[in-house]
């Protein structure tokens, strides 16, 4: 098969998958815009533009809803859904509210722009309401071969950054965080990636702060280094923290970062199918909180990885969702001293039956540069 029948075929399957989500929910309607859910329905990513472009599924019919001027854009399975460009002089949430016609309950997408909303609602007075992540959530949420294949192929392109920092290649000390991170920004895309989405840079006492913004703090002699930074690359996200410490750690944290070690290898371990979303978290803090370090880990462990950067599942303390084949997800414990440093280790994880498999396989020690 070609690319194009590949596509077709995944995108009819997908659409089948999320019409018996709706059918088993009693949703006539589901109703997605910008964001992720369209892209992985029906392959078209909208831009995040003033004009509406909205797909509306129902038990029989897919239609998108596109301006003109994007139109070309579109990939057009024509047995997957139907096309409706947009005239400048229409009126698209018309059009939109036509399509939904009398459905009674319906679902709409998390990222479709209020003022759509709103007028969407006076064309749909008495309707019931939920989100489209009831039933779009569910299926994104469990990767497929492909998806995994596509997260394989980014993290070994995050790999290959994260193992230029340990070698030395990206020049640290008399250089600022952003000018790293610009670099860094530059290797991800020299690697594969098609879009970057951060490069977190954090030199010294500005590693205390999670999502720290890069920024003039120029890297010298006795700092650690802490460099988070991931992209897309066909559609899928990379994900990856690693530290480097310019000279001889402390004590402190020389010891400091071999809990870290064991913290996150423990988590990776816990997340296994079958055990909690929640367990991979214990499974890190508990570590942690041993070594005497818990006060200092200060968010959760982890979050949910695929066509974006954080989304479902979230590894956080009283999320009770079993894990089940095809999560992905990061395993990102740190620990944090105000003002004073700060360390974060992260790996991408996908479940599967044979245990827990890394996205990354860059080493896992704090490398002295
Ligand atoms: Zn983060
Ligand atoms: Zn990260
Ligand atoms: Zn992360």
Redesign the pocket.
């Known amino acids: 098969m070609n690319a194009a029948a590949v596509g077709e075929t995944l995108y009819l399957q997908r659409l089948a998958r999320v019409r018996a989500q709706m059918h088993s929910q009693g949703i006539d309607a589901l109703v997605v815009s910008v964001g992720f859910d369209l892209p992985f329905l029906i392959g078209y990513h909208a831009m995040p533009l003033e004009r509406l472009t909205a797909l509306v599924v129902t038990a029989d019919r897919a239609t998108l809803v596109v301006p003109r001027l994007e139109a070309p854009r579109v990939e057009h399975f024509a047995s997957v859904f139907d096309l409706v460009p947009w005239n400048e002089t229409d009126d698209p949430v018309a059009i939109t509210a036509g399509l939904i016609g009398t459905a009674q309950c319906v679902a709409i997408g998390d990222q479709m722009w209020a003022r759509f909303l709103v007028e969407l609602l006076k064309h749909l007075a008495g309707r019931h309401f939920v989100r489209s992540v009831d039933v779009v959530g569910p299926l994104r949420i469990q990767k497929d071969a492909a998806e995994i294949a596509a997260l394989v192929a980014a993290g070994a392109a995050a790999d290959r950054v994260a193992a230029q920092l340990q070698s030395g290649a990206i020049a640290l000390v008399g250089q600022t965080e952003a000018r790293v991170s610009a670099d860094i920004s530059a290797r991800l895309l020299a690697e594969g990636h098609d879009v970057v989405n951060?490069a977190?840079v954090a030199a010294g006492e500005n590693a205390s702060s999670p999502h720290h913004h890069a920024g003039a703090r120029v890297i010298r002699h006795g700092d650690i280094v802490l460099c988070?930074?991931?992209g897309t690359m066909n559609g899928y996200c990379s994900?990856?923290?690693r530290c480097v410490h310019i000279g001889e750690p402390t004590a402190d944290i020389a010891r400091a970062w071999s809990d870290l070690r064991r913290a996150q290898e423990a988590g990776v371990m816990a997340g296994r199918v079958g055990a909690t979303c929640e367990s991979v978290d214990t499974a890190s803090r508990q570590v942690l909180t041993e070594a005497g370090w818990g006060e200092y880990f200060i968010h959760r462990t982890g979050h949910g990885i695929g066509m974006e950067?954080h989304e479902e599942p979230y590894m956080v303390s009283g999320n009770r969702l079993p894990i089940v084949h095809g999560h992905a997800f990061?395993v990102?414990p740190g620990i944090y001293l105000a003002g004073k440093w700060g360390m974060?280790l992260?790996d991408i994880v996908v479940a599967t039956d044979d245990g827990p498999l890394r996205m990354n396989a860059t080493p896992r020690e704090l490398v002295i540069l």
């Open positions: 951060f977190i988070d930074f991931g994900d990856i923290t950067a990061s990102e974060r992260e």
